[in-house]
């Protein structure tokens, strides 16, 4: 079974505080996704790697920036955290950009920015 | 720009009957991906079922079944003999075709599942 984990089920934070999310996946795949996802929004897209250090920007990538130093790592940073960013925050992995795999989800982490 | 519109925010079903859930896209690709995923509460999205673009024949898995219209660019998702354990977010998606060295992955805004005993 692939497993896809999250460095925490529950975060709170400051407002202007670095935060730091991580995810880790056990499957060896090269695509790696961070999600915001809110009631009624779905889930958005933050930014997505497709590679070790090769990121892209999703569609709302503003205030976050990410770092895949390890293929199995995938680490979403908010540099000055905003109470606009209290949500949950879902990681998720992926086999090679060919082909149409499914992705594979993280338990989520819920942040409250505060 | 490809969407994809869940028009039920939420649903209601009898356990063991039968629910249909609706998805729509809008993409110009003929080649690309849908899938639905179940965000169960408190616990972890897993793939429900997976429809290729290419394939007419809609994908089967067990209870849960897909009726796949192209040209309507519809994605719908029946549940047959609904159980409790159904209860769930439903997330329809779209994959489109890996080009000019990336893809995009879209979700719906999701529909929640209630199953009544």
């Known amino acids: 079974d692939v497993k896809v984990t999250q460095s925490s089920r529950y975060l709170v934070k400051r407002t202007g505080e670095k935060v730091f999310l991580e995810c880790v996946q056990d499957?060896?795949?090269?695509?790696m996704f961070w999600y915001r996802q809110d009631p009624g929004l779905g889930l958005r897209l933050i930014y997505f790697s497709y590679d070790v250090k090769m990121k892209e920007k999703g569609d709302i990538p503003e205030g976050y920036s990410v770092s895949r130093e390890k293929k199995e790592r995938f680490s979403l940073i908010l540099e000055s955290a905003s109470t606009n960013q209290t949500s949950m925050y879902l990681c998720?992995?992926?086999?090679?950009?060919?082909?149409?795999?499914?992705?594979?989800f993280g338990p989520g982490t819920r942040l409250t920015v505060t | 720009a490809q969407t994809v519109t869940q028009s039920q925010p939420e649903m209601s079903v009898q356990e063991a009957e039968t629910v249909t859930l609706s998805c729509t896209y809008d993409t110009s690709e003929s080649d690309y991906y849908l899938f639905w995923y179940k965000q169960p509460p408190s616990r972890q999205m897993i793939l429900v079922i997976r429809q290729e673009a290419y394939k007419q024949q809609n994908a089967t898995e067990n209870r849960f079944s897909v009726n796949f219209q192209k040209a309507a660019k519809s994605f719908s998702l029946k549940i047959s003999d609904s159980q409790l354990g159904d209860a769930a977010m439903y997330f329809c998606a779209y994959r489109s075709p890996f080009t000019s060295g990336t893809y995009k992955y879209i979700f719906g805004t999701g529909t929640r599942l209630k199953v009544l005993a």
């Open positions: 499957m060896d795949h090269e695509n």
């Open positions: 998720a992995s992926s086999l090679a950009s060919i082909g149409g795999y499914e992705q594979y």
